[in-house]
């Protein structure tokens, strides 16, 4: 069954703490991305991976950190320099054709600062 | 810059009735532009997408949606609504520019069908 599969659905993180969210996709495509949802602001993007051991920072990096060491794999690090990360976060993924194709994304995780 | 607007918070519709989620855009060149749909605590999914050709693009789930490019509009709609259609729609563009591939997102606009 192929698809992006988020991991876990539903996370607490104390303040001060660490967390890493999953992201892994068997689509074989090269590009992954990280969004952030809040509510009234759309989606924003977090990170974007092209191609393995390489990554760009998206709109709102700070605080964030990510690492593309497999094709399938693409987990996010949410820092204690993120002042406020309470959020919906989705990871997605494209085709090598990366502007004419649709991206493909995962059921979320949703951060919750307690 | 490359930006998408959804200048609808909410869409109220009655079940049966035509319904039409509005997208405007601003792009540099030829905009590959599309349409999500979220379900609450879900991730986004894909429903149609517009790169060339013919200006009326059919989807899924009996959504369609037309590009006008003098209007620079790509509005969603679908002939006929069911309660089941209520959920958040996003319209998308993707960034050209810059060949990364990311996807810039309106605000999202909420569709309530009511029965």
């Not at chain 1, 999953?22 to 809040?38: G, K, P, V």
Request: proline fraction near 4%; charge should be positive; hydrophobic fraction near 30%.
């Amino acid at each position: 069954d192929g698809g992006i599969t988020q991991s876990p659905k539903y996370l607490f993180r104390k303040e001060g703490q660490n967390v890493t969210l999953s992201c892994e996709q068997n689509l074989n495509h090269d590009a992954m991305y990280w969004y952030r949802q809040d509510p009234g602001q759309g989606l924003r993007l977090i990170y974007y991976s092209q191609i393995v051991n390489d990554f760009q920072k998206g709109d709102i990096a700070e605080g964030y950190s990510v690492s593309r060491e497999k094709k399938e794999s693409f987990p996010l690090t949410v820092t204690s320099a993120q002042k406020n990360p309470t959020a919906f976060y989705l990871c997605a993924s494209s085709m090598s054709d990366r502007t004419r194709t649709e991206a493909f994304f995962g059921q979320g995780t949703r951060l919750t600062v307690v | 810059a490359q930006s998408v607007a959804q200048p609808e918070d909410q869409v109220n519709v009655a079940e049966g009735n035509p319904l039409t989620v509005k997208c405007t855009y601003s792009v540099s060149g030829n905009p590959y532009l599309f349409w999500y749909v979220q379900y609450p605590n879900r991730g986004l999914q894909f429903l149609l997408k517009y790169i060339t050709g013919d200006n009326l693009v059919k989807g899924s789930y009996g959504f369609e949606a037309e590009f006008n490019k003098s209007q620079t509009s790509f509005h969603l709609k679908k002939p006929s609504a069911l309660v089941s259609d209520s959920a958040l729609y996003f319209c998308a563009v993707r960034d050209k520019a810059g060949n990364t591939g990311k996807l810039i997102f309106g605000q999202g606009t909420t569709l309530q069908v009511k029965p």
